[in-house]
């Protein structure tokens, strides 16, 4: 475990896309404001053009204010997304460290110069330091998304959310078909670092893998349990028995197909594509996504019923497909090839299949249109609050806005 973290954790970077990272801080807007002390959404257009390619090597103050000059950002603001490597103690850092120091920020200051890599990746350096702020901030927000996702998808009706059973356990979501019931657990606790030389670094991996995924795997296990031990399971909209009132009843759930996900904010250091390595023995079928992934494959899938193909697949514990970098997408990529069904080696044949990276190649459409569909959004929300006018944001990113 610790040696694909470290792996993961200091070479890949997610499969985020443009879109994604600007859906993701319209979510967290508010975070952003306290922990900045400004919007980081309001502003995304402007970080994203200093980070798009035009600009390259150090920059001097002046021309970094000019850059971002109508967004409104003072030079405390800017100075807040860069590290200033001056204070940096150069004899006792340590390679490992970067993600670390980088945490919440674009690039690096030194004296009055600035660096800032030429890639929308750095996104992910503020997504983690927002996402780090209070359980219940990133709890809400990955529940209420994954709400909306399933909703859309499935339809509101079948869509149950915020569950107790009557020993006033809670079960996050549960999708009810015709002849299949998802069992959804939410999770959005976050690795923040890892490093390389720590004698206890597969300690402290474990005891974190077994209290997000582990955990929301067996809390998928609980509820399968409790539907087919009752008949009818009953699920309540309050833990407190004086209070609740019942919301759901599932009858004869013993006779329908049960698939148990877990979904994710994030990769986990990309331990969860391959979670069945590492999930204990009684909760190896339940599949482990982050909802991005999970967004890409609904749209991709279009239909319940490949869906439901698809996620039985992943929650049958087939260990020999195994994506190179870790990527769900890369998975669901082979899944949707020709080869998959003249190719699904067993898991005590000791055959392997490796997936590359273009395997992911499917995705890059959908990336196209979410980046499309969240900047257009983002457009008409600030002309909308009057943060700038249509003809600023043609004239500071040189775009022609066409009227629909």
Sequence with gaps: MSKRAF?????????????????????????????????????????????GGKTSGWLNQKKLKKLIA????????????FFDISTLNREEFRYSEIHTKMLGKLGVKYEQKYYIPQTWFVFENIFNYL?????????????????????????????????????????????????????IECKSNNFTKIVDDASNIEEKLRNTFNSTIQYGANQCMRAEKYIIGNDPAKYYDSNKKRERNKILEISKGNEKKILKIVVLLNDYLNLA??????LEDKTKEV?????????????????????????SYRCSNIQTIEAVS????????????????NF?????????????????????????????????????????????????????????????
């Design 287 to 311: 599949w482990v996504v982050n909802i991005f992934a999970l967004e890409k494959i609904l749209w991709n899938l279009g239909s319940i019923s490949k869906f439901i193909e698809y996620a």
């Design 70 to 81: 109508h967004s409104g950002l003072g030079l405390n603001e800017l100075n807040s997304l």
């Design 344 to 404: 699904i080696p067993q898991n005590d044949k000791f055959i392997a299949v490796r997936a590359g990276n273009n395997f992911a190649n499917w995705a890059s459409e959908y990336e196209w249109i979410k980046d499309c569909k969240e900047f257009n959004y983002w457009i008409n929300y600030q002309i909308a609050k009057g943060n700038c006018s249509k003809k600023q944001i043609e004239k500071d990113f040189n775009i022609k806005i066409i009227e629909p």
């Design 131 to 183: 996402a780090e702020n209070k359980k219940v901030d990133r709890t809400e927000i990955l529940e209420e998304y994954a709400q909306r996702l399933f909703s859309d998808f499935f339809g509101g009706s079948n869509i149950n959310s915020n569950n107790y059973d009557k020993g006033r356990n809670e079960q996050d979501i549960i999708i009810i078909l015709e002849d299949t019931i998802l069992i």
């Design 7 to 51: 792996i993961n954790y200091s070479i890949d970077y997610p499969s985020l896309s443009k879109g994604d990272y600007l859906a993701l801080f319209r979510e967290y807007d508010e975070v952003s404001k306290r922990k900045y002390n400004f919007s980081i959404y309001d502003n995304y257009l402007y970080i994203a053009e200093i980070t």
């Design 326 to 341: 870790s990527d769900e997408l890369v998975q669901f990529g082979y899944f949707i090839s020709p080869t998959f069904n």
């Design 273 to 278: 594509e391959s979670s069945n390595q590492f």
